[in-house]
């Protein structure tokens, strides 16, 4: 079964730059997703969503928000693998291929934490090369 909390692993081949994208999975056949993208300038954004999940046959029919379609879906292992992701649509990511993988809440917190921990580090960082010019 595909419930439970899953973290972005892979995307088209490439390990996602700077970012988390969780996606949590109930029973009731509805999802949440959670976005952190740090900015290579500093700081980040957190971005919320979520809908409808109902796989059948291989299929994954979403909604997420005002959109809503369909996409190929595997599970295997602690994986599943879409073909194209609900959380990526609106990106340069769009028909590219993405793995997630089953992880847990409490390594979910600890990533998440260590990468806000990063962007204001990477935010002090900036302002201060901006005083120094």
């Known amino acids: 079964m595909c419930e439970g909390t899953w973290i972005l692993n892979n995307v088209g081949g490439q390990v996602p730059p700077l970012a988390l994208h969780i996606i949590r999975v109930a029973p009731n056949d509805t999802w949440k997703s959670e976005s952190l993208l740090v900015h290579k300038g500093g700081g ?50 769009v028909d590219t291929t993405c793995i997630y993988v089953r992880t847990s809440e409490q390594e979910t917190a600890r990533i998440r934490d260590e990468l806000i921990a990063f962007a204001e580090q990477r935010t002090r960082a900036v302002e201060a090369a901006n005083k120094k010019s």
């Open 44 to 93: 980040y954004t957190e971005v919320s969503g979520g809908g409808e999940w109902k796989i059948r046959d291989g299929t994954l029919q979403y909604t997420a928000g005002d959109n809503s379609g369909r996409t190929g879906i595997q599970l295997i292992d602690d994986r599943m693998i879409l073909a194209k992701d609900p959380m990526l649509q609106l990106t340069d990511y």
